[in-house]
C-alpha cells in the first residue's frame, strides 16, 4: 500500500521561505513524477510542479521564479521550497504521486496517491 | 488555450443521473482524470483513463470523451456523492498539468 506523509512549518510570515517535505512509503519511488499542489481556502486546485527521481523538474509558470522542488532518493522524500511567500499563497499543501500512461491514442496522467495536506497560513 | 473549464455547480435528485463536463483542448490528447472532494479531505480519484475506477469507487461512476469534452456521469446519485469534483489533465505542448475549476455537486 502507497502512504505519503507530509510534514513542513503551517504559519509564515509575509516574505518568508515555505518549506514541505512528503516521504513515500511503499511502491517505487523510481517510477512515477513525484508533484505538489495547493487549494487555497474556498478555492480549487492549483498544479505547483513535480519532479522525477533522477530531478527532472517541471513548474508552473506563474509561479515558476519562486519554487523550487527537490527529491532525496536515499530516503524516498521530496521537497517543496516556495520563496517570497504572501497571503496568496494561504492554502492547503498537498504531495501526491502522478501516473501516467497511454491507451486508445490518449494519453492519461492521474494522481491516485495523495499526503494529508498541510494548511499553510501566511500572516504578520 | 491550456485551460480546464467546470459548471461552477450542479444540482440532482437522489436517485437521478447526473452529468458533470469539464472543457478544454488538451482534452483531445488527454483523457480526463476526475476526483472527488469532500470538506477538509485530500481528493479522491474517482475515475482515470478512457473509463477506469480504482479500487473501492463505486461503479455508479463513469467517464466518458468527446472532441474537447470529458464528462464524469453517476448513475444514481447517492447522498454521500454531494462534493466538489476536479477533472484534471495536460497541456500536451507545455507538459503542464492541468485542473478544473471544480463543480460543486449537490443531491437533493
Known amino acids: 500500500q502507497v502512504q505519503l506523509q507530509q510534514w513542513g512549518a503551517g504559519l509564515l510570515k509575509p516574505s518568508e521561505t515555505l518549506s514541505l517535505t512528503c516521504a513515500v512509503y511503499g511502491g517505487s519511488f523510481s517510477d512515477h513524477y513525484w508533484t505538489w499542489i495547493r487549494q487555497p481556502p474556498g478555492k480549487g486546485l492549483e498544479w505547483i510542479g513535480e519532479i522525477n527521481h533522477i530531478g527532472s523538474t517541471t513548474y508552473n509558470p506563474s509561479l515558476k521564479s519562486r519554487v523550487s522542488i527537490s527529491v532525496d532518493t536515499s530516503k524516498n522524500q521530496f521537497s517543496l521550497k516556495l520563496r517570497s511567500m504572501t497571503a496568496a499563497d494561504t492554502a492547503v499543501y498537498f504531495c501526491?504521486?502522478?501516473?501516467?500512461?497511454?491507451?486508445?491514442?490518449?494519453?492519461?496522467?492521474?494522481?491516485?496517491?495523495w499526503g494529508q495536506g498541510i494548511l499553510v497560513t501566511v500572516s504578520s | 488555450s491550456s485551460e480546464l473549464t467546470q459548471d461552477p455547480a450542479v444540482s440532482v435528485a437522489l436517485g437521478q443521473t447526473v452529468r458533470i463536463t469539464c472543457q478544454g483542448d488538451?482534452?483531445?490528447?488527454?483523457?480526463a482524470s476526475w476526483y472527488q472532494q469532500k470538506p477538509g479531505q485530500a481528493p479522491v480519484l474517482v475515475i482515470y483513463?478512457?473509463?477506469n475506477r480504482p479500487s473501492g469507487i463505486p461503479d455508479r461512476f463513469s467517464g466518458s470523451t468527446s472532441g474537447n469534452t470529458a464528462s464524469l456521469t453517476i448513475t444514481g446519485a447517492q447522498a454521500e456523492d454531494e462534493a466538489d469534483y476536479y477533472c484534471n489533465s495536460r497541456d500536451s505542448s507545455t507538459n503542464h498539468v492541468l485542473f478544473g475549476g471544480g463543480t460543486k455537486l449537490t443531491v437533493l
Open positions: 501526491a504521486r502522478r501516473e501516467y500512461n497511454f491507451w486508445s491514442g490518449y494519453y492519461a496522467i492521474y494522481f491516485e496517491y
Open positions: 488538451s482534452l483531445r490528447s488527454y483523457y
Open positions: 483513463g478512457k473509463n
